[in-house]
């Protein structure tokens, strides 16, 4: 993915963000209208359907990744 947008895997997150801003993408889960109440609804759903994830998925893990999507953070 990193190749396809012309850019080094360590950069990939902030290339991401930069595209959706580009294109007028909601700036996290907050701006879709998720409250900061519902992180912890979340990660229950994602332990609970055991995604697939490249690390080890664990509730510390979830709660922090969800939690910077809801600030919209990469």
């Known amino acids: ?28 889960l907050r701006a879709i209208g998720i409250s900061e109440s519902q992180i912890e609804q979340a990660v229950e759903a994602a332990l609970a359907k055991g995604l697939t994830s490249p690390r080890p998925l664990n509730r510390s893990l979830a709660h922090r990744l969800l939690e910077g999507a809801w600030r919209g953070m990469s």
């Open 1 to 28: 993915m990193a190749a396809a947008m012309d850019t080094v895997s360590e950069e990939l997150p902030a290339a991401i963000w930069s595209l959706g801003r580009s294109v007028g993408t909601p700036q996290g």
